[in-house]
């Protein structure tokens, strides 16, 4: 969430970022990724995120996440992949899940990015 608020305060104070940077356009993949997991958690404040990797010119974003379950309990970290052309969640379809896990091959941590701050 805080890059979020490192997008909004930029922005507002009139320091356009420059969204030419593959840093720069990892944050707003990050944060659709986000929005996208959140919206089906069923506890969205419990929602972990670790091992993102981004690869901002083709569009893929890679990482695990861990939430609450329906009975209170953390779910376990599970893989996730989105793609401009869709996405895939290891536990709910390991078999596409594991049919796309090459596009992450050029994905990088985020800080690794060009044009990082």
Not at 40 to 46: F, G, K, M, V
Not at 67 to 73: A, E, K, V, Y
């Amino acid at each position: 969430m805080k890059w979020g608020f490192i997008m909004c305060a930029l922005l507002a104070t009139g320091c356009e970022p420059d969204m030419t940077t593959p840093w720069a356009r990892s944050v707003i993949l990050r944060e659709a990724v986000k929005k996208t997991i959140l919206s089906a958690a069923n506890d969205p404040e419990s929602v972990e995120f670790r091992n993102w990797r981004f690869d901002p010119d083709r569009g893929v974003s890679c990482g695990e996440f861990n939430g609450r379950n329906g009975f209170g309990g953390k779910a376990g970290f599970t893989g996730f992949i989105f793609t401009t052309s869709g996405y895939a969640l290891e536990q709910e379809d390991s078999a596409k899940y594991l049919s796309m896990l090459p596009t992450c091959g050029t994905a990088l941590p985020q800080g690794q990015l060009s044009g990082a701050p």
